[in-house]
């Protein structure tokens, strides 16, 4: 009883793997919907005819239930019956058990969990270059900047804020994902893609309170021990470019 429980879930291999399993999800989701996002807010920020119907395409996951999505997907990479492995066929190869392979199951609803959060992060990307004064381009294209440099010396230095904001929202989101996890795998195979949301869960739906309760502490000062320092480093990078 008491800080037991906090001992329990730090020491007991089937719960502390999910804080394990937690930070490598949050930071393969939030380190790829940093980088993509901003790629694709550039593409979709210049001067192409489509931009409009692109831009929607890619704001579409974000208006469909996380869940609804979770079990969308769980069907599409059924390992023979689904629509992935059934193209790989197609073209005489053999598909992996997506979320039935204990070393591939995390990283495949991460994969999930990217297309769908990459559409908000690529609309604060865009909001974020929409806002940087052109005359710096005019004045970088006298210079005779090619559009790696302008992106290198203008776009990311000036898109700052809004890539600080992509960072933090991203990572706390991934810190604290259940729904999409629990959607597609509940947490399986095994302890595979157990992350402490779920694993919280799972001690509350099993009658022990204690243990779920110091879960959910431990969470709470887990994501405020990674995401305070980081919002102060970022914030302080934002400062010096002022």
């Keep these: 009883m008491g800080l037991d429980n906090f001992k329990m879930f730090l020491t007991e291999r089937s719960l502390n793997i999910?804080?394990?399993?937690?930070?490598?999800?949050?930071?393969?989701?939030?380190?790829?919907?940093?980088?993509?996002?901003f790629f694709i807010a550039v593409f979709l920020t210049g001067k192409i005819?489509?931009?409009?119907?692109?831009?929607?395409?890619?704001?579409?996951p974000n208006l469909v239930s996380?869940?609804?999505?979770?079990l969308t997907f769980t069907a599409l990479m059924h390992p023979t019956k689904g629509v992935f492995n059934q193209v790989i066929a197609f073209f005489g190869g053999k598909g992996p058990n997506w979320l039935g392979n204990v070393d591939l199951a995390l990283f495949s609803v991460a994969a999930v969990d990217i297309w769908?959060?990459?559409?908000?992060?690529?609309v604060i990307y865009i909001a974020g270059i929409a806002s940087i004064d052109k005359t710096y381009y005019e004045a970088a294209a006298i210079d005779g900047a090619g559009r790696w440099q302008e992106l290198r010396s203008i776009t990311?230095?000036?898109?700052?804020?809004?890539?600080?904001?992509v960072i933090i929202l991203s990572f706390i989101g991934g810190l604290r994902s259940f729904d999409l996890i629990w959607s597609m795998t509940g947490g399986g195979p095994g302890f595979a893609t157990d992350v402490m949301a779920s694993i919280i869960y799972k001690e509350y739906a099993a009658g022990y309170y204690g243990?779920?309760?110091?879960?959910?502490?431990?969470?709470?000062?887990?994501?405020?021990?990674?995401?305070?320092?980081?919002?102060?480093?970022?914030?302080?990078?934002?400062?010096?470019?002022?």
């Design 18 to 37: 999910g804080i394990r399993n937690t930070l490598m999800y949050a930071v393969v989701t939030s380190g790829a919907k940093v980088v993509l996002a």
């Design 49 to 60: 005819h489509t931009k409009n119907l692109i831009r929607s395409i890619v704001f579409f």
């Design 66 to 70: 996380t869940v609804a999505i979770g």
């Design 116 to 122: 769908k959060g990459i559409s908000i992060a690529t």
């Design 156 to 165: 990311m230095p000036l898109c700052l804020p809004a890539m600080n904001s």
């Design 211 to 242: 243990l779920s309760t110091a879960g959910n502490v431990i969470m709470f000062f887990l994501i405020g021990f990674f995401a305070f320092p980081l919002q102060r480093f970022l914030l302080s990078k934002e400062e010096k470019l002022e």
